[in-house]
């Protein structure tokens, strides 16, 4: 890497505090290993966090040599935010942080104003908010079609995470190939691989598994097609829904009376389980205990948990819709996200051959080595490098 300037690169921090959503993990997972990286002779990351006076101040990465925090106090988050968003107008980014940057990343679909000879990079991780409006909370959606254009327009470059969301954004807003620089998420693969029985006993333990699983992990929410989850469940064989559970990992999401009702009726009758949001290190054991992870969303950015099920070696069900393919390549099946008669066919395909099932997991072990944090860092440091240097 040739050497550049030295002026640190910004990054709006708002993502990596508190329980960290997709787009936090990835924004810490990117910036910790890119800070960390040999090759990074240049690049040195600021991560500003906006903090009332009154708070303290936990760092959600390590200090380094790549690596440092600007704590703003003086200016409260909320009222920064809320005048953004509310007005259309805030101070220069740069400014309230009192630092002069070569260049901000913003993490978050949108980027704050800022001074004019700081270059910027957002991230624009897919386009449901304008394909799929349903999906997106109310009060987020006029925001989102507000504000990411004109951050598109306005930036330097944009980071975007899958194949599929690149040609969305050139499609419909005409931005040049050039513009966008696709980094895709990963998986920690000293962490996401096959679990022994022994670990995968103490998780299924403590969520109260007691037999073999179908598996989901998602936010309880209608874009990620929980209810046909449940309905393809409902339709499988009886012996199967009596020999195995359903297991349905993660947080309350937005919409979700449906889901509930669904779950509800089939919970009277057969061994369902909702165990919520779960901590991070509980994941692998889950995944590696399943027999089959399923995910039929109806749009994905990305889609990580089916990477993360099959670097954990789970046979894994997923749609074939918008980034999804790019993902699993041809290590998983896929089939349409409204079928739920194809998905109950086909999660029992996967319960009942062992060949098939066996066969899944070694095509998904390889497949989920194409992804790892090294590579999407190096690729992140290689953007930074060429908008510095320009």
């Known amino acids: 890497m040739r050497m550049i300037n030295q002026e640190k690169v910004g990054v709006e921090g708002a993502p990596f505090f508190g329980t960290l959503s997709g787009i936090g993990q990835y924004a ?18 600021e991560i500003i966090r906006s903090l009332m006076p009154h708070r303290d101040f936990v760092p959600p990465i390590t ?38 940057y070569k260049v901000m990343l913003f993490f978050n679909f949108v980027a704050f104003p800022l001074l004019r000879k700081t270059k910027s990079i957002v991230v624009i991780y897919d386009l449901s908010f304008v394909y799929h409006p349903e999906y997106t909370q109310e009060k987020n959606l006029p925001y989102m079609l507000k504000f990411v254009p004109r951050s598109i327009k306005k930036a330097n470059q944009i980071i975007t995470i899958s194949k599929n969301s690149k040609h969305e954004i050139m499609e419909y807003y005409k931005v040049p190939e050039d513009k966008i620089t696709i980094v895709n998420p990963a998986v920690d693969h000293a962490v996401f691989k096959p679990q022994g029985r022994n670990s995968i006993a103490g998780a299924t333990k403590r969520y109260g598994i007691t ?15 929980l209810v046909g989850v449940l309905n393809a469940f409902d339709k499988l064989p009886e012996n199967l829904k009596n020999k195995y559970s359903l297991v349905l990992v993660g ?14 009726q089939l919970a009277s009758k057969y061994d369902l389980i909702k165990t919520g949001y779960i901590p991070d290190e509980d994941l692998p054991a889950l995944y590696s205990g399943a027999s089959v ?29 918008s980034s999804l393919p790019e993902v699993v390549g041809g290590a998983a ?13 086909q999660i029992e395909h996967v319960l009942t051959d062992n060949q098939l099932a066996k066969s899944m997991r070694e095509k998904g072990l390889m497949q989920a080595q194409k992804f790892s944090w090294q590579k999407s860092a190096r690729e992140l440091l290689n953007l930074l490098e060429k908008v510095t240097n320009k």
């Open 28 to 45: 810490k997972r990117l910036v910790e290993t890119a800070s960390k990286m040999e090759e990074n002779s240049s690049i040195n990351f």
């Open 63 to 100: 200090e380094s040599t790549h690596l440092t925090y600007r704590v703003i106090r003086w200016l409260p988050p909320i009222i920064y935010y809320q005048m953004f968003k509310r007005v259309g107008w805030a101070p220069p980014y740069d400014l309230v942080a009192l630092r002069k």
């Open 211 to 225: 037999k073999a699983y179908i598996l989901s992990v998602c936010t309880l929410e209608p874009r990620k097609n």
């Open 251 to 264: 947080g309350k999401g937005w919409l979700d009376g449906e889901i509930e009702a669904k779950y509800a």
């Open 293 to 321: 992870f399923v995910f039929p969303a109806f749009y994905e950015g990305f889609g990580m948990p089916p990477l993360e099920a099959m670097a954990c070696g789970t046979p894994v069900i997923t749609s074939n819709n």
């Open 333 to 345: 099946i896929m089939v349409k996200a409204e079928d739920n008669e194809e998905l109950s066919k």
